[in-house]
Each structure stands twice: as C-alpha cells, then as structure tokens.
C-alpha cells in the first residue's frame, strides 16, 4: 500500500481547518481512519482513498486555502488505496488548551 503525506501550515481557526481537511477527504472519496490532536497548536488527520483521488484531494484543499506541501509526489497510476496523513500546525496567540481531568482510582 502506498502512503502519501501532506503538511499545513495555517492561520485560519483551528475548528474550521480541521472540519475543511475532512470535508476534502470526504470531497475525493476517501474516508477518514485516525485522528490526533496535540492541544490547540497541532493536529494529525490519517485517511485512506483511492491513489487516482489524491490529486482531486489536494486541489479541494487548495480551494480551501490550505496550502498543503506535499512529501513525495501525487502518482494516479492506479486506482489501488492509499493510506495518507495531514499533519496541521495552527499560528494563532491563543493559550493552550485546557482540559479537566476528573480523578480516579
């Protein structure tokens, strides 16, 4: 299985970028497997799709100004499934995010 890789680096409201690469993955037909968030600075999106969708996926994200730098390159020889990741990194002054912890044991 192949793997390609995708890099965000924005400003735009972290909600909003996070809901806008999901809607471009489910635009290209893929689906979303895994998710990772690291407080309100970063956050990690693994999908799957087809490798002939991929070129579809970073156009939809182009057209919603996420500016994504890809490692490697977008091959569309075949239509075999793709295992991918969209890392974003959020540039805001925000404080981290907080988060309470109920106690246990």
Do not use: Y
Not at 32 to 48: H, K, L, P
Not at 79 to 86: P, Q, Y
Request: glycine share 4%.
């Amino acid at each position: 299985m192949k793997f390609a890789r995708f890099s965000i680096f924005t400003a735009i409201n972290r909600n909003t970028a996070i809901s806008q690469v999901c809607d471009a993955v489910s635009e290209a037909s893929g689906w979303i497997v895994d998710q990772s968030f690291f407080s309100n600075i970063a956050a990690t999106i693994n999908f799957e799709m087809s490798s002939n969708s991929l070129q579809k996926f970073w156009q939809a994200l182009r057209e919603k100004d996420l500016n994504a730098h890809i490692e490697g390159e977008l091959s569309a020889a075949d239509s075999a499934d793709v295992r991918g990741t969209v890392s974003l990194t959020f540039s805001h002054g925000e404080p981290d995010l907080k988060r309470d912890v109920p106690p246990f044991g």
